[in-house]
């Protein structure tokens, strides 16, 4: 995965939203609501929202970069408000891409 690529950047992004949605949704969660401690639901949601928001704009930019398709940006979207969807948008569409496009 080459990281000066806006590719690379998405993937990564990608990659780090879907870690820190899971971590939300199974580790923060439950222990708000659980345990009683909701501090960690407070920085870990910080952080999916940020990484979220990184990764629709690294889309868009991706979109004018490489001339993609609506329907792919859409796509891209979609998954990323999934679990564990960024991880199957990255295996099944941007790994290929990645060999596709120059940086």
Do not use: C
Request: no cysteine.
């Amino acid at each position: 995965m080459q990281l000066f690529s806006t590719l690379g950047r998405l993937r990564l992004t990608g990659l780090l939203e879907g870690v820190s949605f899971i971590v939300l949704l199974l580790i923060a969660m439950p222990l708000k609501y659980a345990a009683g401690k909701p501090g960690m639901v407070s920085v870990v949601g910080m952080a999916h929202g940020v990484l979220f928001m990184l990764y629709i704009f690294l889309t868009v930019v991706a979109k004018i970069r490489y001339r993609w398709t609506w329907k792919k940006m859409l796509v891209l979207w979609v998954a990323s408000a999934v679990p564990l969807g960024t991880f199957y948008a990255d295996y099944k569409i941007l790994r290929y891409e990645q060999g596709n496009v120059a940086s």
